[in-house]
């Protein structure tokens, strides 16, 4: 059953025209408004706390341990949670989820103004927040239609990435400013009383109630969400480019604060402002894809594959501030392009009973696999050095995008020319 908000209960039929669409909603310009307070803090926590890692242990491999430990739960617990989103109420379910992620945030605080906090205790927390945000990840993806509908689905997915990308650009130039004078405790605060934000915007909307999903057993659900990705060619190869693309195009992330400090010489600002850049692009590449017409979309992710794995070469080879800025922009471009793109194409393909599942399967990759990629390129820069780590992920990414394009020409999707066959 497709779900469409009510008019007359969460749009504005007389919104002005020279705004875009998805802001007639009035459920989702609470959640863009309360969830953009929030993720600015969550950004400043989390470079506050990559660099207190790298600052107590001077260790690569124990950055991207601490990476691991809070995202790999994505990857295990997620398909439990689809089943969560597609029976349950969503919105009840993102409201406790966000609840305690502030609880967590609020322990992390009073350990680090306390004097008490070590690594063990950050990577005991980490993974708490992981398991939190594997049960949030796919039903706040799938609650985008409740707030919206189909219609203006697409256009709500490109504004969720330019909002998520926005505050990953503000967050951390924030934060390292906040870390180099006053330490990351404010940080870890902060984030605490931003939580908040969410919760209010949600306890605010008025939403139409879901028809009930018949119930059915837990195992059965999980084999219906596999076995209908895995039948579905195009989304299929989707999911495979995105996880990719994710797991090793954005993993090197985690690995920034060596980069910045060994390789460049800076300190927690000059972090604040490569992490600032990413997210720069990010917010440009979201917006390019919400432009582009819908036939483009099926070849985009390819492409921007392509861009990422120069991009992030170019990168790794950079030897200062400027360069690094200049070359992380286009990987942050070129890697949202892949998200945004993809979580539509994703989501339009699905059926309504299908999509929390399906949705769950999408976050396995797109972010249960970052957390492996962190893991892994960690070991690696132990061994041959952060920018031999990083070009090696550029060169992956790239024979990723050259097996995506050989199934799209394989399955007619594109011409011999490389154009879209529509």
Request: glycine share 8%.
């Amino acid at each position: 059953m497709t779900i469409d908000p009510a008019p007359d209960e969460t749009a504005a039929p007389s919104w002005p025209s020279r705004f875009p669409r998805v802001f007639r909603h009035r459920n989702y310009r609470l959640f863009f408004a309360g969830q953009m307070i929030t993720l600015i803090g969550g950004w400043i926590q989390a470079v506050a706390l990559s660099w207190l890692v790298y600052r107590l242990t001077q260790s690569p491999f124990l950055l991207g341990l601490v990476s691991f430990v809070s995202q790999a739960p994505i990857f295990f617990v997620t398909p439990f949670a689809g089943m969560i989103a597609d029976r349950a109420d969503r919105r009840k379910v993102f409201m406790i989820t966000r609840s305690l992620s502030m609880v967590q945030a609020a322990i992390l605080t009073v350990m680090m103004l306390s004097g008490y906090i070590n690594v063990p205790i950050i990577i005991v927390l980490a993974l708490v927040l992981g398991i939190i945000t594997a049960i949030e990840v796919p039903t706040r993806q799938s609650f985008t239609v409740d707030m919206v509908g189909r219609e203006d689905l697409r256009q709500a997915i490109a504004f969720n990435a330019m909002m998520f990308n926005f505050t990953r650009t503000v967050g951390p130039a924030v934060g390292g400013v906040i870390v180099a004078t006053i330490g990351e405790g404010l940080c870890f605060l902060l984030n605490t009383v931003s939580s908040g934000a969410v919760v209010i915007s949600l306890f605010l909307m008025r939403l139409v109630p879901r028809e009930p999903r018949p119930h059915t057993r837990p195992w059965e659900d999980l084999k219906q969400g596999f076995f209908y990705v895995t039948r579905h060619p195009h989304i299929r190869m989707v999911l495979f480019l995105s996880t990719v693309c994710s797991c090793f195009g954005t993993s090197y992330l985690a690995l920034m604060p060596a980069f910045a400090q060994d390789v460049l010489n800076q300190g927690a600002d000059g972090l604040g402002y490569i992490i600032a850049a990413f997210g720069a692009g990010a917010v440009s590449g979201a917006a390019m894809v919400s432009r582009i017409h819908e036939r483009h979309l099926k070849l985009l992710p390819t492409i921007m594959a392509v861009l990422l794995g120069i991009s992030l070469i170019l990168f790794a080879n950079a030897q200062s501030l400027l360069l690094a800025i200049i070359f992380v922009i286009p990987t942050g471009f070129a890697y949202l392009a892949i998200a945004v793109s993809s979580n539509t194409q994703v989501q339009a393909m699905s059926e309504d009973a299908m999509l929390g599942r399906v949705m769950a399967f999408y976050a396995m990759g797109a972010l249960g696999s970052p957390p492996l990629g962190a893991l892994l390129l960690g070991a690696i820069a132990d061994r041959v050095g952060v920018p031999n780590a990083f070009m090696m992920a550029g060169g992956i990414c790239l024979i990723a995008a050259g097996i995506s394009f050989g199934s799209l020409r394989r399955r007619g999707m594109i011409d011999a020319a490389g154009k879209s066959a529509g």
